[in-house]
């Protein structure tokens, strides 16, 4: 008896922990809990900060409250008073895409304010789109310095939004291709040209389309992911197919092999450089000669004087 004891009490110590132990569904009720008390208090920052004359709205001589009032931001986001009110009590269960627009141009909310804003509410942001596809200028400067080697700007959809000389050689120069179709993925889907010259096409797009729908995890609602993916399956039955086996992959670099019709065969190994760790995502891709040979025919590619 006195030796059975304490593994009985060991035994209860183990179920009384795994008793207390989080269930999920209290687990996302208590992050969902944090995240509209920290929408809340955002909100409310960044009310008090604006000043009536900011927004076009006369002061009045009684005005006590610092910044707006919650009546003024709802006029301006033309949202209900009710409903605001709520979403900066931490009330409001889910607040919609429209709704998260609307206050962050009420408050003048810049880029960053604006993507913190819907990652609060834990709601993709509609006008994503747009500024995806903005390239800064710091970082097309970094694609062309990498010269010779061939180099792209792209964003996590994998659109092509600088290349430098050398990719435009050795590729094909996207500046000569409707904005829609300056896509990695999908030229490796339709592309006659990446279809041949691209001597590893099959398996390069089945791992690039694995890597796409990881990183779609992350944009599944957002329409500028939805609009090209629809657009892919309407255009390939082999990009349906693939897309069907629900593979997924990571990032990691790998060599390629690609046939240029007048320097040969060249090995090139690609390699991702992000610019940042928020959204929108966007990375430098430099494509380095896995080989002394590639790289010899990489620089009597940018002298076109000596092939």
């Known amino acids: 008896m006195t030796t059975a004891a304490p593994d009985r009490q060991t035994e209860q110590t183990r179920q009384g922990r795994e008793g207390q132990r989080e269930a999920p569904e209290e687990s996302r009720s208590r992050e969902s809990r944090i995240r509209r008390r ?28 610092p910044g707006l009032r919650r009546e003024e931001v709802a006029q301006l986001s033309a949202v209900g008073v009710t409903w605001y009110t709520w979403i900066e009590q931490a009330r409001a269960t889910h607040v919609s895409a429209q709704v998260l627009d609307a206050m962050a141009r009420a408050l003048l909310m810049d880029r960053a304010e604006r993507a913190h804003l819907f990652a609060l509410a834990g709601t993709a942001d509609p006008r994503s789109e747009a500024e995806c596809a903005v390239a800064a200028k710091s970082a097309i400067k970094v694609v062309e310095r990498l010269a010779p080697y061939p180099a792209s700007l792209q964003n996590a959809r994998y659109d092509l939004l600088a290349v430098n000389r050398p990719f435009a050689q050795l590729f094909g120069d996207p500046a000569e291709l409707a904005p829609a179709d300056r896509n990695c993925l999908w030229l490796l889907t339709v592309s006659e040209r990446w279809k041949r010259d691209f001597l590893d096409r099959d398996e390069m797009l089945r791992d690039l389309i694995a890597k796409y729908r ?15 993916l629809e657009r892919l399956l309407r255009a390939s039955r082999e990009f349906r197919e693939l897309w069907d086996r629900h593979e997924v ?9 690609y046939r240029h019709p007048r320097v040969g065969l060249v090995r090139l190994e690609h390699r991702n450089m992000w610019l940042a760790p928020h959204a929108p995502a966007q990375r430098v891709v430099a494509y380095v000669p896995a080989d002394e040979e590639s790289e010899e025919r990489l620089e009597r590619l940018a002298e076109p004087s000596r092939v």
Not at 214 to 228: L, S
């Open 38 to 65: 920290e929408l809340a208090a955002f909100l409310r920052s960044r009310r008090e900060r604006i000043t009536p004359e900011q927004v076009g709205l006369p002061r009045g001589p009684r005005r006590r409250t």
């Open 214 to 228: 990881a990183a779609m995890a992350e944009h599944v609602a957002e329409p500028a992911w939805q609009r090209q």
């Open 249 to 257: 992959a990571p990032m990691s670099p790998h060599v390629k092999r």
